[in-house]
Protein backbone atom coordinates (compact mmCIF):
# COMPACT_ATOMS: atom_id res chain seq x y z
CA UNK A 1 0.00 0.00 0.00
CA UNK A 2 1.46 3.75 -0.53
CA UNK A 3 1.98 5.22 2.43
CA UNK A 4 3.34 8.62 3.50
CA UNK A 5 6.34 8.83 6.25
CA UNK A 6 5.12 7.43 9.66
CA UNK A 7 5.56 10.89 11.43
CA UNK A 8 2.51 11.89 8.93
CA UNK A 9 0.79 9.08 9.67
CA UNK A 10 1.08 9.34 13.18
CA UNK A 11 0.21 12.62 13.62
CA UNK A 12 -3.76 14.31 14.11
CA UNK A 13 -3.05 17.60 12.10
CA UNK A 14 -4.38 20.56 13.18
CA UNK A 15 -7.48 22.35 13.42
CA UNK A 16 -8.69 25.13 12.28
CA UNK A 17 -11.03 26.76 14.16
CA UNK A 18 -14.76 26.22 12.51
CA UNK A 19 -14.92 28.44 9.38
CA UNK A 20 -19.14 28.54 8.35
CA UNK A 21 -20.32 30.03 5.49
CA UNK A 22 -20.46 34.28 5.77
CA UNK A 23 -23.35 35.61 7.64
CA UNK A 24 -24.30 32.18 9.06
CA UNK A 25 -23.13 32.83 12.82
CA UNK A 26 -21.67 35.74 14.72
CA UNK A 27 -18.00 34.32 14.59
CA UNK A 28 -16.51 34.59 17.51
CA UNK A 29 -14.40 32.08 17.56
CA UNK A 30 -10.91 32.51 15.62
CA UNK A 31 -9.95 35.81 17.10
CA UNK A 32 -10.64 37.86 14.06
CA UNK A 33 -10.91 41.40 13.85
CA UNK A 34 -14.80 42.46 13.57
CA UNK A 35 -14.17 45.47 11.35
CA UNK A 36 -13.30 45.30 7.63
CA UNK A 37 -9.13 46.62 7.21
CA UNK A 38 -7.62 49.74 6.98
CA UNK A 39 -9.47 51.95 3.56
CA UNK A 40 -6.31 51.80 1.71
CA UNK A 41 -6.10 48.12 0.76
CA UNK A 42 -8.73 48.28 -1.46
CA UNK A 43 -7.03 50.26 -4.00
CA UNK A 44 -3.33 49.06 -3.41
CA UNK A 45 -5.02 45.36 -4.41
CA UNK A 46 -6.57 46.65 -7.59
CA UNK A 47 -3.37 48.24 -8.50
CA UNK A 48 -1.40 45.40 -8.21
CA UNK A 49 -3.96 43.05 -10.26
CA UNK A 50 -2.61 44.75 -13.05
CA UNK A 51 0.71 43.46 -12.39
CA UNK A 52 0.02 39.72 -12.05
CA UNK A 53 1.11 38.34 -15.44
CA UNK A 54 4.69 38.88 -13.01
CA UNK A 55 5.99 36.82 -10.38
CA UNK A 56 5.85 38.19 -7.09
CA UNK A 57 8.92 40.48 -5.53
CA UNK A 58 10.43 37.25 -3.63
CA UNK A 59 11.55 39.29 -0.67
CA UNK A 60 8.33 41.55 -0.36
CA UNK A 61 10.62 44.70 -0.57
CA UNK A 62 7.87 47.07 -0.65
CA UNK A 63 6.39 45.25 2.70
CA UNK A 64 10.14 45.56 3.98
CA UNK A 65 10.97 48.68 3.60
CA UNK A 66 7.51 50.45 5.23
CA UNK A 67 7.19 47.84 7.85
CA UNK A 68 10.72 48.91 8.98
CA UNK A 69 9.99 52.66 8.97
CA UNK A 70 7.32 52.17 10.93
CA UNK A 71 8.75 49.54 13.73
CA UNK A 72 12.34 51.28 13.11
CA UNK A 73 14.33 48.17 12.15
CA UNK A 74 16.07 47.33 8.85
CA UNK A 75 14.12 45.96 6.22
CA UNK A 76 16.86 43.72 6.27
CA UNK A 77 16.01 42.26 9.71
CA UNK A 78 12.48 41.42 7.90
CA UNK A 79 11.32 37.83 6.84
CA UNK A 80 7.72 37.60 5.34
CA UNK A 81 5.56 34.72 5.20
CA UNK A 82 1.85 33.54 3.99
CA UNK A 83 0.64 34.18 7.46
CA UNK A 84 2.63 33.78 10.39
CA UNK A 85 1.95 30.51 10.18
CA UNK A 86 4.44 30.17 7.42
CA UNK A 87 6.45 32.28 9.82
CA UNK A 88 6.48 29.51 12.00
CA UNK A 89 7.01 26.59 9.61
CA UNK A 90 10.04 28.48 8.08
CA UNK A 91 11.81 28.63 11.47
CA UNK A 92 11.09 25.07 12.62
CA UNK A 93 12.29 24.11 9.10
CA UNK A 94 15.02 26.12 9.95
CA UNK A 95 16.19 25.24 13.46
CA UNK A 96 14.93 21.77 14.81
CA UNK A 97 16.44 18.96 13.27
CA UNK A 98 15.13 15.66 12.65
CA UNK A 99 15.18 14.12 16.57
CA UNK A 100 15.57 17.63 17.99
CA UNK A 101 13.52 19.58 20.45
CA UNK A 102 11.17 22.66 20.09
CA UNK A 103 10.08 24.37 23.07
CA UNK A 104 6.65 26.12 23.92
CA UNK A 105 4.61 26.83 26.65
CA UNK A 106 1.90 25.18 28.20
CA UNK A 107 -0.99 25.66 27.40
CA UNK A 108 -0.34 27.71 24.52
CA UNK A 109 -0.98 27.82 20.55
CA UNK A 110 -1.39 24.47 19.06
CA UNK A 111 0.14 24.55 16.08
CA UNK A 112 3.89 24.47 17.66
CA UNK A 113 3.91 20.98 18.18
CA UNK A 114 2.25 19.60 14.77
CA UNK A 115 5.02 21.81 13.21
CA UNK A 116 7.52 19.64 15.31
CA UNK A 117 5.65 16.36 14.45
CA UNK A 118 5.66 17.42 10.32
CA UNK A 119 9.33 17.95 10.60
CA UNK A 120 10.45 14.53 12.24
CA UNK A 121 11.30 16.88 15.45
CA UNK A 122 10.34 16.58 19.31
CA UNK A 123 8.37 18.94 21.42
CA UNK A 124 9.17 20.17 24.66
CA UNK A 125 6.39 21.48 26.70
CA UNK A 126 6.75 23.67 29.53
CA UNK A 127 4.24 24.10 31.92
CA UNK A 128 3.12 27.64 32.86
CA UNK A 129 3.38 28.86 36.14
CA UNK A 130 0.30 30.03 37.74
CA UNK A 131 0.66 33.17 37.73
CA UNK A 132 1.10 32.64 33.75
CA UNK A 133 5.05 33.35 33.68
CA UNK A 134 7.01 30.87 31.85
CA UNK A 135 8.75 30.11 34.82
CA UNK A 136 13.00 29.41 35.18
CA UNK A 137 12.49 25.64 33.68
CA UNK A 138 11.66 27.29 30.31
CA UNK A 139 15.13 29.36 30.02
CA UNK A 140 17.05 25.99 31.16
CA UNK A 141 19.17 24.88 28.08
CA UNK A 142 18.88 21.39 26.51
CA UNK A 143 21.24 20.15 24.06
CA UNK A 144 18.64 18.85 22.66
CA UNK A 145 16.50 22.31 22.51
CA UNK A 146 17.08 24.33 18.91
CA UNK A 147 14.41 26.41 19.19
CA UNK A 148 11.53 28.22 21.14
CA UNK A 149 8.37 29.34 20.95
CA UNK A 150 6.49 31.85 23.41
CA UNK A 151 3.39 33.09 22.61
CA UNK A 152 3.14 36.88 24.29
CA UNK A 153 0.07 37.47 24.74
CA UNK A 154 -0.57 33.95 24.51
CA UNK A 155 -3.53 32.31 23.66
CA UNK A 156 -5.34 30.88 25.11
CA UNK A 157 -5.74 33.34 27.89
CA UNK A 158 -4.15 36.68 26.72
CA UNK A 159 -1.70 37.14 29.32
CA UNK A 160 1.67 38.89 28.83
CA UNK A 161 5.48 38.45 30.07
CA UNK A 162 7.27 41.17 30.22
CA UNK A 163 10.44 42.36 28.03
CA UNK A 164 12.32 41.74 31.36
CA UNK A 165 11.54 38.51 31.92
CA UNK A 166 11.98 37.62 28.24
CA UNK A 167 15.48 39.09 28.47
CA UNK A 168 16.28 36.79 31.83
CA UNK A 169 14.87 33.51 29.61
CA UNK A 170 16.67 34.40 26.54
CA UNK A 171 20.33 35.29 28.47
CA UNK A 172 20.18 31.14 29.10
CA UNK A 173 18.09 28.80 27.32
CA UNK A 174 20.76 28.88 24.44
CA UNK A 175 18.79 28.79 21.60
CA UNK A 176 16.55 31.41 19.59
CA UNK A 177 13.61 32.41 21.63
CA UNK A 178 11.02 33.43 19.11
CA UNK A 179 8.61 35.61 20.59
CA UNK A 180 5.36 35.24 18.60
CA UNK A 181 3.21 38.31 18.92
CA UNK A 182 0.36 37.84 16.93
CA UNK A 183 -1.46 39.93 19.24
CA UNK A 184 0.82 41.94 20.80
CA UNK A 185 -0.90 44.89 18.92
CA UNK A 186 -3.77 44.22 21.59
CA UNK A 187 -1.14 44.69 24.62
CA UNK A 188 0.50 47.11 26.47
CA UNK A 189 4.49 46.21 25.49
CA UNK A 190 6.06 43.98 23.21
CA UNK A 191 9.61 42.52 22.74
CA UNK A 192 10.66 44.08 19.41
CA UNK A 193 13.24 45.91 20.63
CA UNK A 194 15.13 42.70 22.46
CA UNK A 195 15.74 41.85 18.85
CA UNK A 196 18.71 44.35 18.54
CA UNK A 197 19.46 43.88 22.07
CA UNK A 198 19.78 39.84 22.09
CA UNK A 199 21.25 37.86 19.19
CA UNK A 200 18.47 35.02 20.05
CA UNK A 201 15.71 36.92 20.41
CA UNK A 202 13.28 36.84 17.09
CA UNK A 203 10.02 38.76 16.95
CA UNK A 204 7.16 37.17 14.59
CA UNK A 205 3.96 39.63 13.87
CA UNK A 206 0.91 39.10 11.51
CA UNK A 207 -2.08 41.21 9.78
CA UNK A 208 -4.57 38.82 10.60
CA UNK A 209 -5.51 39.52 13.92
CA UNK A 210 -4.50 43.55 14.47
CA UNK A 211 -5.10 44.68 10.62
CA UNK A 212 -8.01 42.80 10.05
CA UNK A 213 -6.20 41.04 7.19
CA UNK A 214 -6.54 36.96 8.17
CA UNK A 215 -7.98 36.42 4.84
CA UNK A 216 -5.06 38.16 3.16
CA UNK A 217 -2.35 35.33 4.95
CA UNK A 218 0.68 38.14 5.58
CA UNK A 219 2.96 37.58 8.54
CA UNK A 220 6.46 38.69 9.08
CA UNK A 221 9.10 37.91 11.10
CA UNK A 222 12.09 40.44 12.37
CA UNK A 223 15.55 39.30 13.00
CA UNK A 224 19.01 39.72 13.02
CA UNK A 225 20.34 40.22 9.30
CA UNK A 226 22.11 37.33 9.25
CA UNK A 227 19.32 35.04 10.40
CA UNK A 228 16.92 36.09 8.10
CA UNK A 229 19.88 35.79 5.05
CA UNK A 230 19.47 32.01 5.96
CA UNK A 231 16.15 31.62 6.17
CA UNK A 232 15.44 33.03 2.75
CA UNK A 233 16.77 29.91 1.85
CA UNK A 234 14.23 27.46 3.14
CA UNK A 235 11.06 29.53 2.81
CA UNK A 236 9.46 29.06 -0.67
CA UNK A 237 10.67 31.24 -3.35
CA UNK A 238 7.63 33.09 -3.40
CA UNK A 239 5.64 32.36 -0.67
CA UNK A 240 4.08 36.26 -0.73
CA UNK A 241 2.04 36.70 -3.75
CA UNK A 242 1.89 40.16 -5.02
CA UNK A 243 -1.82 41.00 -4.20
CA UNK A 244 -0.85 40.28 -0.85
CA UNK A 245 2.32 42.39 -1.00
CA UNK A 246 0.38 45.10 -2.01
CA UNK A 247 -2.19 44.88 0.64
CA UNK A 248 -0.11 44.37 3.64
CA UNK A 249 2.23 47.63 2.18
CA UNK A 250 -0.82 49.62 2.60
CA UNK A 251 -2.30 48.37 6.04
CA UNK A 252 1.20 48.75 7.69
CA UNK A 253 1.29 52.63 6.63
CA UNK A 254 -1.90 53.32 8.18
CA UNK A 255 -0.63 53.66 11.96
CA UNK A 256 -3.77 55.75 12.46
CA UNK A 257 -6.46 53.15 11.42
CA UNK A 258 -4.47 50.77 13.66
CA UNK A 259 -4.39 52.67 16.67
CA UNK A 260 -8.24 53.47 16.15
CA UNK A 261 -9.00 49.95 15.87
CA UNK A 262 -6.68 48.73 18.80
CA UNK A 263 -8.54 51.87 20.82
CA UNK A 264 -12.22 50.09 20.02
CA UNK A 265 -11.13 46.50 20.60
CA UNK A 266 -9.54 47.32 24.03
CA UNK A 267 -12.45 49.27 25.08
CA UNK A 268 -14.83 46.47 24.19
CA UNK A 269 -12.45 43.67 25.70
CA UNK A 270 -13.32 45.39 28.74
CA UNK A 271 -16.79 45.64 28.49
CA UNK A 272 -16.80 41.37 27.95
CA UNK A 273 -14.64 40.99 30.86
CA UNK A 274 -16.86 42.71 33.46
CA UNK A 275 -20.02 41.75 31.91
CA UNK A 276 -18.76 37.73 31.74
CA UNK A 277 -17.21 38.22 35.44
CA UNK A 278 -20.82 39.90 36.70
CA UNK A 279 -22.68 36.34 34.86
CA UNK A 280 -20.06 34.58 37.31
CA UNK A 281 -17.37 33.63 35.33
CA UNK A 282 -14.01 33.36 36.06
CA UNK A 283 -11.96 35.88 33.52
CA UNK A 284 -8.14 35.63 33.10
CA UNK A 285 -7.18 39.63 32.62
CA UNK A 286 -6.48 39.68 28.50
CA UNK A 287 -4.01 42.00 26.62
CA UNK A 288 -5.35 40.47 23.69
CA UNK A 289 -8.61 40.27 20.85
CA UNK A 290 -10.08 37.67 23.14
CA UNK A 291 -10.66 36.58 26.69
CA UNK A 292 -10.34 32.46 28.33
CA UNK A 293 -13.30 32.16 30.49
CA UNK A 294 -14.53 29.54 32.89
CA UNK A 295 -17.95 29.44 34.82
CA UNK A 296 -18.18 27.24 38.09
CA UNK A 297 -21.44 25.77 37.27
CA UNK A 298 -22.18 25.31 33.55
CA UNK A 299 -19.81 22.70 31.67
CA UNK A 300 -18.06 24.98 28.73
CA UNK A 301 -18.71 22.14 26.18
CA UNK A 302 -22.24 22.66 26.72
CA UNK A 303 -22.25 26.31 26.48
CA UNK A 304 -20.68 26.17 23.07
CA UNK A 305 -23.23 23.78 22.11
CA UNK A 306 -26.33 26.07 23.16
CA UNK A 307 -24.59 29.27 21.71
CA UNK A 308 -24.17 27.48 18.36
CA UNK A 309 -27.51 26.76 18.37
CA UNK A 310 -28.38 30.07 18.63
CA UNK A 311 -26.08 31.14 15.95
CA UNK A 312 -23.10 32.30 18.42
CA UNK A 313 -19.89 30.59 17.18
CA UNK A 314 -16.88 30.62 20.21
CA UNK A 315 -14.07 28.64 20.90
CA UNK A 316 -14.31 25.83 23.42
CA UNK A 317 -11.29 24.38 24.27
CA UNK A 318 -9.83 21.12 26.36
CA UNK A 319 -6.42 21.20 27.65
CA UNK A 320 -6.01 17.37 28.74
CA UNK A 321 -3.31 18.36 31.31
CA UNK A 322 -4.93 21.60 32.35
CA UNK A 323 -8.69 22.51 32.07
CA UNK A 324 -11.20 23.07 29.39
CA UNK A 325 -13.02 26.77 29.21
CA UNK A 326 -14.07 29.24 26.29
CA UNK A 327 -11.98 31.42 24.68
CA UNK A 328 -14.28 34.31 23.00
CA UNK A 329 -12.55 36.97 20.69
CA UNK A 330 -13.44 40.43 21.09
CA UNK A 331 -16.05 41.58 18.31
CA UNK A 332 -18.10 44.66 18.27
CA UNK A 333 -20.08 45.51 20.89
CA UNK A 334 -23.37 44.58 19.15
CA UNK A 335 -21.91 41.33 18.71
CA UNK A 336 -21.02 40.69 22.31
CA UNK A 337 -24.41 42.12 23.26
CA UNK A 338 -25.75 39.16 21.35
CA UNK A 339 -22.91 36.55 23.00
CA UNK A 340 -23.53 37.97 26.58
CA UNK A 341 -27.52 37.89 26.71
CA UNK A 342 -27.79 34.68 25.56
CA UNK A 343 -25.45 33.26 28.20
CA UNK A 344 -27.11 35.23 30.72
CA UNK A 345 -30.18 33.03 30.22
CA UNK A 346 -27.21 29.80 30.48
CA UNK A 347 -25.84 30.75 33.56
C1 LIG B 1 -3.48 33.64 14.84
C2 LIG B 1 -2.14 33.23 15.37
C3 LIG B 1 -1.04 33.09 14.52
C4 LIG B 1 -1.14 32.96 13.04
O1 LIG B 1 -1.54 33.93 12.34
P1 LIG B 1 -1.51 33.92 10.77
O2 LIG B 1 -2.92 34.12 10.38
O3 LIG B 1 -0.93 32.63 10.24
O4 LIG B 1 -0.63 35.06 10.46
C5 LIG B 1 0.19 32.82 15.06
N1 LIG B 1 0.35 32.66 16.39
C6 LIG B 1 -0.68 32.76 17.23
C7 LIG B 1 -0.45 32.57 18.68
C8 LIG B 1 -1.96 33.03 16.75
O5 LIG B 1 -3.00 33.06 17.57
Request: proline content about 7%; overall charge negative.
Amino acid sequence: MTRVRPEIEAMKGYTPGEQPGAGKFVKLNTNENPYPPPPGVSAAVAEAVGGLARYPDALATPFRLAAASVLNVEPEQILCGNGSDDILTILTRGFVGVGQSLRLPYPSYVLYKTLAQLQGAKSEEVAFADDWQPGPKFGQPHPDVRLAFLPNPNSPTGTVVSAAVVRELAATIGCPLVVDEAYADFAESNCLSLVSECENVFVSRTLSKSYALAGLRFGFLVAPVEIVRQLQKVKDSYNCDSLSIAAATAAILDQAWLRENVRKITASRGRLTCELRELGFSVVDSQANFVWCEHAAAPAASLYEQLKEQGVLVRYMKYSRWREGLRISVGTDEQLDVCLQLLATMV
